[in-house]
Every structure is written in C-alpha cells, then in structure tokens.
C-alpha cells in the first residue's frame, strides 16, 4: 500500500522500507505530552508518522495555547528516500510550517543540536537476532545495529530539556535491559504500558516514558483486540483521532 489515509493527514510510503504499523500509530497517540512541549525531536523518523501524530495532538489537545505548543518538531532520518518521503509526507500536512526532516544519523545531529527538547520520541529499529534479509534498505531500518539503544539512550540524555519526555516503544523482551541502560543515563521510567494482540497471546511490546526525575512509575497493559477486528475500548480510545475506521 503505497498510501496510508489518516483522519487529518495522508502518509505517502511507497519509497520507506518501513510502512505505517500499528508500533508507530501507538506510541505517537501514547505518548504523553503533559509537559505541554514547545520542541520535539522524533528520531529515525521513517515516514514522519511520529511527528505528524504529535503534530495534530499539540494541537488538538490544548486549544488555550493554540500556536504556542509544539511550535518545532525536528525529525531525523538517515536513509535518503525515507527522508525524502518524510519531507513530502509534512509539507502536504496541515502542520507543515513547524515539521523539519533533518537527513543526517544520530551521531551527526548531535554534533549541533539545535536545542534541548520537551519531548524526544523513537521508534527505534530493534532486530537485534542475527537475521538479514536480502533488502538493505529494509534491514537498516529494521536492525538494532543501524541505532543501537546505547547510542540512543545516550543521545536522549544530552538532547532532553529538564522537564523533558523521552518516549520509545520497545520488545517486551527488551524491557529490563533497556530500562537499566536508560537509568545508566539517569532516565527514569515513569509510566510503562505493556501491550497484548489479544488477552491470551503473550506481551509483544512496551511502550516507555522516562523523565529526568524520578517519580512512582505508573504500569498498566493494552490488549489491542479480543478477536480478529473486534478492539477493545482502550485501543479504539487511544487511536480513534487518528484511523479512519475506528
């Protein structure tokens, strides 16, 4: 599917390796933007799904500060055709004034970083077996060697404002190794939702939020459907701003 219509915007993903997922659709419309964020950095932005779901929520979310909030959202993307369908996916957005696609990788970016940011978000490639497929492109978005969660981590503590977020989702089998790397760095967990296809199928991800200070961390679970086609409450509650058919 080359074309993936959203309520508010349209997401073109005919040259990314990685297409539209529910992976991405969660996280964005998870992750929490309390801190009522002025600047935003989604790294590996692939199609710039993150950064248009966070786009149209600090917009949505509080009228009162309609134009002040999220006023930058930075993206960066290293592979060239994933950054310039990133680019044509936000200037054909209603947000297209305050979305930027930086083509560079993480150790490039950080050589000057633009600012600290309120809200740091990833949806970090994390094939760590020793897999490959014959397709590069897609191998290097979907590997955990083309960002390791070291460098990721490392770069969201340089990178993060003092109230800021950092927000990624991750394999539940990750999580106790990401969670310590992160508290190496002094991110601490503050909100931790496991996810579930169905009640009986086993845990598949986890969607983290960590803060610069550490606070009761708030851990519950979403199941994403009870049979095929059939979502729960909470999922249709959590993605029915952005899908057409929820």
């Given at each position: 599917m080359s074309k993936?219509?959203?309520?508010?915007?349209?997401?073109?993903?005919?040259?990314c390796?990685?297409?539209?997922?529910?992976d991405?659709?969660?996280?964005?419309?998870?992750?929490?933007?309390?801190?009522?964020?002025?600047?935003?950095?989604?790294?590996?932005?692939?199609?710039?799904?993150l950064?248009?779901?966070l786009?149209?929520?600090?917009n949505a979310?509080h009228?009162?500060l309609?134009?002040?909030?999220a006023?930058?959202?930075?993206?960066i993307e290293?592979?060239?055709n994933?950054?310039?369908q990133?680019?044509?996916?936000?200037?054909?957005?209603p947000?297209g004034d305050?979305?930027?696609?930086?083509?560079?990788g993480?150790d490039?970016?950080m050589e000057?970083?633009?600012?600290?940011y309120?809200?740091?978000?990833s949806?970090?490639?994390?094939?760590?077996?020793?897999?490959k497929t014959?397709?590069?492109?897609?191998?290097?978005?979907?590997?955990?060697?083309?960002?390791?969660?070291?460098?990721?981590?490392e770069?969201?503590?340089?990178l993060l404002?003092?109230?800021?977020?950092?927000a990624?989702?991750?394999p539940?089998?990750e999580?106790?190794?990401?969670?310590?790397?992160?508290?190496?760095?002094?991110?601490?967990p503050?909100?931790?939702t496991?996810?579930?296809?169905?009640?009986?199928?086993?845990?598949?991800?986890?969607?983290?939020?960590?803060?610069?200070?550490?606070k009761?961390?708030?851990?519950d679970?979403?199941i994403i459907?009870?049979?095929r086609?059939q979502?729960?409450?909470?999922?249709?509650?959590l993605?029915?701003?952005?899908y057409?058919?929820?």
């Amino acid at each position: 599917m080359s074309k993936f219509q959203f309520k508010k915007f349209t997401i073109n993903q005919d040259r990314c390796a990685m297409k539209v997922g529910t992976d991405g659709v969660l996280l964005g419309a998870w992750c929490p933007i309390d801190n009522n964020p002025f600047s935003i950095l989604d790294i590996g932005a692939g199609t710039g799904i993150l950064s248009l779901i966070l786009a149209q929520r600090s917009n949505a979310e509080h009228p009162s500060l309609q134009g002040e909030l999220a006023q930058q959202i930075d993206a960066i993307e290293i592979d060239e055709n994933a950054f310039e369908q990133c680019v044509e996916n936000f200037e054909s957005s209603p947000w297209g004034d305050k979305l930027f696609c930086f083509h560079a990788g993480l150790d490039e970016f950080m050589e000057e970083p633009e600012e600290d940011y309120d809200i740091i978000i990833s949806n970090p490639p994390f094939y760590t077996e020793d897999y490959k497929t014959e397709n590069e492109q897609r191998d290097l978005a979907r590997f955990s060697d083309a960002l390791p969660f070291k460098d990721l981590v490392e770069a969201v503590n340089l990178l993060l404002s003092e109230n800021g977020i950092f927000a990624v989702i991750i394999p539940f089998k990750e999580e106790e190794k990401f969670i310590a790397l992160a508290k190496d760095f002094e991110l601490h967990p503050f909100k931790i939702t496991r996810v579930k296809g169905t009640p009986t199928t086993e845990i598949k991800r986890s969607l983290l939020a960590f803060s610069k200070t550490q606070k009761q961390t708030l851990i519950d679970e979403l199941i994403i459907e009870t049979a095929r086609h059939q979502y729960t409450e909470e999922y249709i509650d959590l993605t029915k701003d952005f899908y057409l058919k929820m």
